[in-house]
Nanobody, 111 residues
Framework: QVRVVESGGGLVQPGGSLRLSCAVS????????VDWHRQVVGKQRELVAT???????NYADSVKGRFTISRDNAKRAVYLQMNSLKPEDTAVYYC?????WGQGTQVTVSS
């Protein structure tokens, strides 16, 4: 059974940085496409970034140049480095590996 656990959220000031981690177990990790999504209460969940097994990546226009997704197959983990954070980046961030979602981690950008 695949299990996905996010960590690394928190409160940060505008312009600051955070790194989210996504740990995946119970799967042949190196074969999985993994993506990060985010959701604000009352709004649809938004795809933020995707990383494929070959480490190709794709980003939402709203985060291009500020966020970087990466993977470490040896550690069975995917990371989302978020720089130059803005208040509008405030959301619950979810990791998905294949069709399995994590529980989410809150990111709040506020002064």
């Amino acid at each position: 059974q695949v299990r996905v656990v996010e960590s690394g959220g928190g409160l940060v000031q505008p312009g600051g940085s955070l790194r989210l981690s996504c740990a995946v177990s119970g799967a042949i990790f190196e074969l999985y496409t993994v993506d990060w999504h985010r959701q604000v209460v009352g709004k649809q969940r938004e795809l933020v970034a995707t990383i494929w097994p070959g480490s190709n990546t794709n980003y939402a226009d709203s985060v291009k140049g500020r966020f970087t997704i990466s993977r470490d197959n040896a550690k069975r983990a995917v990371y989302l480095q978020m720089n130059s954070l803005k208040p509008e980046d405030t959301a619950v961030y979810y990791c998905r590996a294949g069709q399995t979602w994590g529980q989410g981690t809150q990111v709040t950008v506020s002064s």
